[in-house]
C-alpha cells in the first residue's frame, strides 16, 4: 500500500447505527487530519492529529468521535448520525504542523462516502 | 474573515484552447496557498505550493502562479485527461496550526 488508504469506501448506516471509519497512511507523516466534504461547499476541518495527540477539533458534534492509536492509524467512530451527516469523509496527512513561515502540504485518501439513511 | 474564492465555478475547454482559473483570498498573513485536484468519488491529489507573491510552479501542462490577492492556474494546451476540479486552499499565519481554507473548486471539462 502507498500514500493514505481509507476503508471502506463506502457505506449505508441508518440514524441509530454505530460504525467506524478507518484511515492509513503509508507516508512516515506525524500529522493526520479529518475533512468532511459536501455537495458545494469548501472542505470543513474536523481534527487535527500531531503525534498521536488531539490539536484541533472544529466544533465538531460529538456524534463523530476521532481516534488515533499512533501516528500512522486515524479513526472516526460514528453514532447515531443525522441525514445531514451524509458526505464524503477525507483523511488527510502532513510531515509536520506548520510552524513560523512553514507551511506542510496534506495528502489525502480517496475518502469514504457515507450515506445516513 | 479568512476566505477563498475561486472562478469560474465551472468552465468547459475545447482540447488545446488554454485557459486559467482564478482563486482569490483574503487572509491576514498568508503561511502558503496550496492546488488540488479532485476527481469524481476521489480525495483531492496535492499539485502545487505557494509561499510567496510572484511565485511560480510549473508541472506538464499547469503554471500556478501568485500575487498578494490571488493565484492563478494556467493550462496550456489542456487535454481530456485534464477534466477534474481544481481546488485551491490557503493557510493564514494566524489561524490553528493547520486549518487550510478551501474554495469551492472550478470544475473543468476538456472536450475532445
Known amino acids: 500500500e502507498t500514500g493514505v488508504t481509507q476503508t471502506p469506501r463506502h457505506l449505508v448506516m441508518g440514524m441509530t447505527n454505530k460504525k467506524s471509519l478507518k484511515c492509513e497512511q503509508h507516508l512516515g507523516h506525524n500529522a493526520m487530519y479529518w ?3 459536501s455537495a458545494k461547499k469548501p472542505l470543513e476541518l474536523m481534527f487535527v492529529y500531531n503525534f498521536k495527540e488531539q490539536t484541533e477539533n ?42 513560523g513561515t512553514r507551511s506542510y502540504e496534506q495528502y489525502f485518501g480517496p475518502g469514504t462516502r457515507l450515506t445516513v439513511t | 474573515e479568512d476566505q477563498v ?13 488554454s485557459s ?3 482563486c482569490s ?24 505550493t505557494l509561499y510567496s507573491a510572484g511565485e ?3 508541472k506538464e501542462r499547469l503554471k500556478a502562479t501568485l500575487t498578494k490577492k490571488e493565484s492563478f492556474l494556467h493550462i496550456t494546451a489542456p487535454k481530456p485527461e485534464d477534466s477534474a476540479t481544481y481546488l485551491c486552499a490557503v493557510q493564514a499565519e494566524q489561524t490553528g496550526a493547520n486549518n487550510l481554507f478551501f474554495g469551492t473548486g472550478t470544475r473543468l471539462t476538456v472536450i475532445p
Not at chain 1, 75 to 80: D, K, N, V
Request: net charge negative; with cysteine.
Open chain 2, 56 to 58: 511560480e510552479k510549473e
Open chain 1, 58 to 99: 472544529n466544533s465538531v458534534p460529538s456524534r463523530f468521535s476521532p481516534e488515533c492509536p499512533n501516528s500512522s492509524h486515524l479513526f472516526l467512530h460514528l453514532h447515531t448520525l443525522q441525514p445531514e451527516d451524509s458526505a464524503l469523509y477525507l483523511c488527510a496527512s502532513s510531515q509536520s504542523l506548520a510552524g
Open chain 1, 35 to 37: 475533512y468532511k466534504q
Open chain 2, 25 to 48: 483570498y483574503t487572509v491576514s498573513g498568508l503561511r502558503g496557498l496550496f492546488w488540488y485536484r479532485q476527481d469524481p468519488g476521489k480525495g483531492p491529489e496535492f499539485l502545487f
Open chain 2, 5 to 17: 474564492t475561486q472562478s469560474p465555478e465551472a468552465l468547459r475547454l475545447q482540447e488545446g484552447e
Open chain 2, 20 to 22: 486559467s482559473l482564478n
